[in-house]
């Protein structure tokens, strides 16, 4: 109806109206402006659009209806992967003209348009390249407007291909006029190209030796390969993949020899959702992010099936797997010629960053890799696999890399100045953030190695250039050893601004959420750094964006021999029994058996505190628990034991073991306003008797209760003690609303059972969507903190 009407007005040039747009968000690359262009034109209305550093600029010129039209248009019905931020709009007087056209980029001023994230090749582009009869049938790097590599290409902004790494492939005739056709789907598609002007596939071995024949088609031959046992590297978007056939047992084996990974877990791409549900349970949720596009990484429940489709290798111990799908052509051409599930792994050893440069990849892999399935469209930047789980309706971000960055986090309040935050140690990603927009880096990883840290600084560097943001605010985190910490403290001319850990987690949730608190904070994680001496990790706060006052806390144990004790759960089981039966353990303690030898001099360690540090962490609780129930003794990666207890523990048990909660008349203080100076300390700080769930926990199994009915008790029991010291927080500080952060509410059904029994007690709860609860969404919480610190006592003039 609006349309029609529309066009008999156009005409009349008295009745004519021109407006000015500014569209903001993810608007270039995604093919905002031919959207913009047919929209114009299909409302009959005259005008030009274009990009610029801010995004996208538009001016429209004719009747008010249709110019109505175009707004509500404009935003309704946006190309799939534009992400619009803010539309806003400025009258103009008309100056007739009869066409609309797109014209050309205009550059300068500070940037602020965004870049899109890597998005898995679209259903348009995957019939393109099964048809026989199209151009680019099996091209290994066809894309459009609304799909291919973006983030991981993008040497430097404004977005366009001289500036990717696609600059090198000049356009064939094809090519160019379906780049220059605002009809065409591939406008302005930066990376578009075809087996005539493209990047080409290659496989070969270590030292660059093709191993197909001439003319034989690259991936058969990988697939080949595959097929009879051997291990090949694989070049996707952000980096490589070691694959192997998933079923072989002597590859899965062979692999993780050569890797050096023991145990940790190996993703396995699928061919499709139904290859996916013959090996794993998938809800409505789960399928919605395995085939989203941004394809991350998903931990799904394991089926017994699965025990015939997997080799034992792929996951050891797990009851879950990581499933992924095809995100690239290659991967589309690699699985339906090898028709059965691969195991996609990281291009690394142990735990070195993930190879993405193509000398290092073949120098690093060699000694692992049998052959290279590459190309030669250069990676930029490197970007690793995303992982999430589904927790009923809801994502969870376990880690957030290709597919989500550089999507930025929207800021509830605009930051008075740039900053910069450095993030944590371990699951490192840092954050730049300017007026509301929070860009969280891709995952960097742990920073522990050299080439970790030139990841961060050279990361950092980008992400400046990329967005245009000269930080003057540098926040960190307290712990002066972390790499990132030492990083911000090195750097010249700059306010820095230190960051408790867990105050940095329940921020990082605030952020997340777009609110500012006051909450009553539970960041419950392995380790970070209190103010007072000890380490932290099981933190009742109360908080807002600037300050927070520790308010409650798991009962501190000794850590007996630090690192170790974290290496080796039985420890902690050690620790926490001896508190739980001071006046001496039970006999026919299995764990205390199995570590007989050493059981003896880690008692007295922490007794004697030789090298046994306080600690709060509910991180080691869960390890206590887990060592009790011979669940594991000994760790191979971060977080193993807890997360096989999760794995273990009954989800039906409805019994739950009862903490002591102590009050302390508040001295282990730890509480900090903004200015670090100590806060109000008369409030009554609880401690959680940790030690009562073990001694529970023992008592079950001795009298004989099953190891899954003990784990789901102890779930339920640690739920509970968060409710309990929830409520009595509720009635000392008056706040409803509770925010969960910190690495061990990945742990689901913990944190299931404990939004559940929050709300049923009458409390608001928070929990994270957009990034991680882990160490991974650090840095966006420093960042909020240090804005809303700078927003209460700005910088002197001048
Ligand atoms: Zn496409
Ligand atoms: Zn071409």
Redesign the pocket.
Known sequence: MALASCRGHTGLVGDRIRTAIRVEGVVQGVGFRPFVYSLATSLGLTGHVGNDVDGVFAEVEGSPEAVGSFLTGLEQQAPPLARIERVSTRSLGPTGGSDFRIVSSQSGGQRRALIAPDTA??????REMADPADRRYRYPF???????PRFTIVRDVPYDRPLTTMAGFRLCALCAAEYHDPGD?RFH?QPVCCPACGPRLLLADASGTPLAPDGADPVTAAATLLLAGQIVAVKGLGGYHLTIDARNAAAGAMLRARKHREEKPFAVMVPDIAAARALCEVSETAERLLTSGRRPIVLLPRRPEADGLVGPAVAPGNRHLGLLLPYTPVHHLLLAAVARPLVATSGNVSDEPIAFADADARERLAPIADAFLMHDRAIHIRTDDSVVRAAGSREVVLRRSRGYAPEPVSLAASLPRPVLACGAELKNTFCLARDNRAFLSHHIGDLENAETLRSFTEGIVHFRRLFDIEPQVVAHDLHPEYLSTKYAVGLDGVELVGVQHHHAHIASCLADNGEAGPVIGVAFDGTGYGPDGTIWGGEFLVADLAGYQRRGYLEPLPLPGGAAAIRQPWRMAAVYLAAAYPAGLPGGLAVQERNARNWAAVGSMATRGINAPFTSSAGRLFDAVSALLGVRDEICYEGQAAIELEQLADPAEQGCYRAGIVGDSGSAGGASGPDGAPADQRGVQLRVRGADFIRAAADDLTAGVGVPVVAGRFHNGVAAAIVAVCRRLREQAGLETVALSGGVFQNVLLSERTVSSLEDAGFRVLVHSRVPCNDGGISLGQAAVAGARDRLSPPPPG
């Open positions: 090749t679209c259903a348009d582009c995957l066809i894309n459009c407007t609304n799909c291919g789907r598609a």
